[in-house]
């Protein structure tokens, strides 16, 4: 059974660091994305950065890029997320996705499987 576990969200003042985690079992291919979105109260959630298994791609939005930096650790099958320089403005429920085939973008409408969610406060 397919399965997407995020960890490591808190609470971290501005300027901080955190790093989340997006486990990934039960899905062997080879030819699929992870992205990771977010989602702050009464907004829609949106993409932050994205990685395609295949060649390593990794595609981030405006507001993250230069702060945020996404790899993946393929013998243990998942993606972090490190995230610097922490603003309010990035608050949210932080979650990892799955696109079953194809290249990386943030389009949350092309991704399959969902996680959970972990939450990230940032406020000092």
């Known amino acids: 059974q397919l399965q997407l576990v995020e960890s490591g969200g808190g609470l971290v003042q501005p300027g901080g660091s955190l790093r989340l985690s997006c486990v990934i079992s039960?899905?062997?291919?080879?030819?699929?994305?992870i992205g990771w979105f977010r989602q702050a109260p009464g907004k829609e959630r949106e993409g932050v950065s994205c990685?395609?298994?295949?060649?390593?791609?990794?595609v981030y939005s405006d507001s993250v890029k230069g702060r945020f930096t996404l790899t993946r650790d393929n013998a243990k099958n998942t993606v972090y997320l490190q995230m610097n320089s922490l603003k309010p403005e990035d608050t949210g429920v932080y979650s990892c996705?799955?696109?079953?085939?194809?290249?990386?973008?943030?389009?949350?409408?092309?991704?399959?499987?969902w996680g959970q969610g972990t939450q990230v406060t940032v406020s000092s």
């Open positions: 990685i395609t298994r295949s060649d390593s791609n990794t």
């Open positions: 039960g899905f062997t291919s080879d030819y699929h994305a």
């Open positions: 996705a799955l696109k079953v085939f194809g290249y990386c973008d943030l389009d949350r409408g092309r991704y399959d499987f």
